[in-house]
């Protein structure tokens, strides 16, 4: 197809509704249109890809009242340089075209994604915290497990009240509270629910007194004798979306120098929540002389290195980085045998 045909987003904004574009991969948020259709015209990479794919939900609200949300969950296959493979798109479109013929019909709109080899599930969690980010953002009510998560989180029932608490409550709370109760809450939450909520924030860009409450729980973390890597690498999720920021780079810094930091549970949080903190030299550094001596080896060193040379901010720097005359021999022995693999696989 062509890059002036119309495309998806083009094809459903047509048909008279407000489109909107979300990645639920890597991380949950908006996309903007134009960096959008700079994906599907194969003009830009994908911004956020996650295992070399793209994992979309395109939103259509139609113009009239009740404005209730189609929702399509996607998975497309990125090319090596993380850019939309069309054949896909043209399929989807032609999909797109036969269901909204069978609409005119009085068919189900949503027979576009029946057997749809593009079309998934997300997993529960991450269901719950874009219906939570959805609704937030169209000023829609909240779930019927709101208000129960509020008050938990206000302390009422008590800290060790948690187990009644549902995901989708926490996710709907931490989607329309910038300060309290979270800020005061986060200091006294026990280990479970403190992983839920941090899971739910890893997708804003967070400020004020939550980000310093959210920073100061994981100092005390990194603080004690015996070091929870979950609730580390849960409070580094956190605040990964806030992680261009400089205390959070001075956090990650302290992290990165702990002996905890050979975890690749902690990690793989950093490389694959918090990426935007590598783009500091430094950081890169500590980050990967860590991952070439990390507890799992070899094999989830490749992973990481793979996962972020897909992220186009960071893929020239880091293999700058792992080819600089400088750089520490294990890294290079590791970055070696990693490429040695590579050639091996490739056909000759």
Same mark, same amino acid.
């Given at each position: 197809?062509?890059? %002036?045909?119309?495309?998806?987003?083009?094809?459903?904004?047509?048909?008279?509704? @407000?489109? /909107?574009?979300?990645?639920?991969?890597?991380?949950?948020?908006?996309?903007?249109?134009?960096?959008?259709?700079? #994906?599907?015209?194969?003009?830009?990479?994908?911004?956020?890809?996650?295992?070399?794919?793209?994992?979309?939900?395109?939103?259509?609200?139609?113009?009239?009242?009740?404005?209730?949300?189609? $929702?399509? #969950?996607?998975?497309?296959?990125?090319?090596?340089?993380?850019?939309?493979?069309?054949? @896909?798109?043209?399929?989807?479109? %032609?999909?797109?075209?036969?269901? !909204?013929?069978?609409?005119?019909?009085?068919?189900?709109?949503?027979?576009?994604?029946?057997? +749809?080899?593009?079309?998934?599930?997300?997993? @529960?969690?991450?269901?719950?915290? #874009? =219906?939570?980010?959805?609704? !937030?953002?169209?000023?829609?009510?909240?779930?019927?497990?709101?208000? /129960?998560?509020?008050?938990?989180?206000?302390?009422?029932?008590?800290?060790?009240?948690?187990?009644?608490? *549902?995901?989708? *409550?926490?996710?709907?709370?931490?989607?329309?509270?910038?300060?309290?109760?979270?800020?005061?809450?986060?200091?006294?939450?026990?280990?479970?629910?403190?992983?839920?909520?941090?899971?739910?924030?890893?997708?804003?860009?967070?400020?004020?007194?939550?980000?310093?409450?959210? +920073?100061?729980?994981?100092?005390?973390?990194?603080?004690? +004798?015996?070091?929870?890597?979950?609730?580390?690498?849960?409070?580094?999720?956190?605040?990964?979306?806030?992680?261009?920021?400089?205390?959070?780079?001075?956090?990650?810094?302290?992290?990165?120098?702990?002996?905890?930091?050979?975890?690749?549970?902690?990690?793989? !949080? $950093?490389?694959?929540?918090?990426?935007?903190?590598?783009?500091?030299?430094?950081?890169?550094?500590?980050?990967?002389?860590?991952?070439?001596? %990390?507890?799992? *080896?070899?094999?989830?060193?490749? /992973?990481?290195?793979?996962?972020?040379?897909?992220?186009?901010?960071?893929?020239?720097?880091?293999?700058?980085?792992?080819?600089?005359?400088?750089?520490?021999?294990?890294?290079?022995?590791?970055?070696?045998?990693?490429?040695?693999?590579?050639?091996?696989?490739?056909? =000759?």
């Amino acid at each position: 197809m062509p890059s %002036n045909a119309i495309t998806l987003f083009e094809f459903l904004e047509q048909a008279g509704a @407000e489109v /909107h574009a979300y990645d639920i991969g890597r991380r949950v948020g908006a996309l903007t249109r134009a960096r959008f259709l700079a #994906f599907e015209n194969a003009a830009a990479p994908y911004p956020l890809p996650m295992q070399r794919k793209a994992w979309l939900a395109l939103v259509q609200l139609p113009a009239n009242a009740p404005r209730e949300p189609v $929702i399509w #969950f996607l998975r497309l296959d990125l090319d090596e340089q993380g850019l939309l493979v069309q054949a @896909e798109r043209d399929y989807l479109l %032609n999909r797109l075209l036969e269901s !909204a013929q069978a609409q005119t019909q009085g068919s189900d709109p949503q027979a576009f994604l029946q057997d +749809n080899p593009y079309a998934f599930t997300p997993r @529960e969690d991450r269901m719950a915290l #874009f =219906h939570a980010l959805l609704s !937030a953002r169209l000023e829609l009510p909240p779930s019927r497990f709101y208000r /129960h998560a509020l008050d938990y989180f206000c302390g009422t029932p008590g800290w060790d009240q948690w187990s009644f608490v *549902g995901y989708q *409550g926490i996710a709907d709370v931490a989607c329309r509270h910038d300060d309290e109760p979270l800020t005061t809450a986060i200091g006294h939450l026990p280990p479970e629910p403190l992983v839920a909520l941090c899971h739910c924030l890893e997708s804003r860009v967070l400020d004020g007194p939550l980000l310093a409450a959210l +920073n100061q729980r994981l100092l005390r973390t990194l603080s004690e +004798n015996h070091t929870d890597t979950a609730v580390l690498a849960a409070l580094i999720r956190g605040l990964s979306a806030s992680s261009h920021s400089g205390s959070v780079k001075t956090t990650l810094a302290k992290v990165l120098a702990h002996p905890v930091a050979s975890n690749i549970e902690i990690l793989a !949080a $950093i490389s694959g929540r918090a990426w935007e903190s590598l783009g500091d030299t430094g950081l890169l550094q500590a980050y990967l002389q860590r991952l070439a001596g %990390n507890d799992h *080896g070899q094999a989830a060193f490749e /992973h990481c290195i793979s996962d972020l040379l897909s992220l186009a901010m960071l893929a020239g720097p880091l293999r700058e980085a792992l080819r600089a005359p400088d750089q520490s021999p294990e890294v290079r022995e590791a970055f070696d045998r990693m490429s040695g693999q590579q050639d091996k696989q490739r056909p =000759h």
